[in-house]
Each structure stands twice: as structure tokens, then as C-alpha cells.
């Protein structure tokens, strides 16, 4: 009965272990994705603890960034879509490069309003 219990800790463990390892791979191709347009890599990064402040992305880019993680989380992970997405935004949340706010041409204002004043009697 002891054998039986120390083995399935070992297993436990291994699993376990197993399961942080997909997430560690899937956490690297994530970092990797988004410092490509950079030229960068994890290992360039890994030892700056600021390293998601000092690049920049613009929305368009972190949008379709998100829909591809996304996506490799539901295949490497096993999750579906709902929880992958969770997770994408946490990563994002964490670990997000910093986007170029860049807003779109303001709306053309309106015509002013006809502002004639009456005369008083």
C-alpha cells in the first residue's frame, strides 16, 4: 500500500510538472510573438524585469496578437475558447507591451447652431 501511495505521488508530481512545462512553452511563444516586430527574443529579455515597457505595439498589432495567443492556448493548452481568451488577457494584462495610443482623425465637428440673437424691445 505504501509502493501503491508513493507512486502515485510520483505521478502526481510528473503531471504537475508536465503541466507547468506547457505552460512555461507556451508563456515563452508568447514573448518570442510579440518582441518578433522587434527583433528581440526571451532570452534577449529575460533578465529585465521591464523588459514589456521598453517596446512598443500599436492596437491593430496587439489586437491581432491577442487572436493568435488565443489560439495557441486552445491548441498547446487544451483549453477552450472562452478560457483561453481569460488567459490571453491576463498575459496581456502582465506581460502587454505598451500600445501607441494613437487615436483615429477626430470626427468632423458639426455645423455651429444658428445663434441669432433676437432684438430686444
Known amino acids: 500500500m505504501v509502493l501503491l501511495t508513493k507512486l502515485l505521488q510520483v505521478l502526481e508530481s510528473n503531471i504537475i510538472m508536465q503541466k507547468r512545462d506547457?505552460?512555461?512553452?507556451?508563456?515563452i511563444k508568447l514573448?518570442?510573438?510579440?518582441?518578433?516586430?522587434?527583433?528581440k527574443i526571451y532570452e534577449d529579455v529575460v533578465n529585465d524585469s521591464e523588459w514589456y515597457m521598453r517596446y512598443k505595439t500599436t492596437?491593430?498589432?496587439e489586437r491581432e496578437f491577442i487572436k493568435w495567443g488565443t489560439d495557441l492556448i486552445r491548441k498547446d493548452l487544451k483549453l477552450n475558447g472562452?478560457?483561453?481568451a481569460r488567459e490571453m488577457s491576463w498575459f496581456i494584462l502582465q506581460w502587454g507591451l505598451t500600445t501607441n495610443n494613437t487615436s483615429p482623425?477626430?470626427?468632423k465637428k458639426s455645423k455651429p447652431k444658428n445663434n441669432i440673437k433676437r432684438a430686444s424691445k
Do not use: D, T
Open 22 to 27: 506547457k505552460q512555461r512553452a507556451v508563456f
Open 31 to 39: 514573448v518570442n510573438k510579440q518582441l518578433e516586430p522587434h527583433g
Open 59 to 61: 492596437q491593430r498589432a
Open 105 to 107: 482623425a477626430p470626427a
Open 82 to 84: 472562452v478560457a483561453a
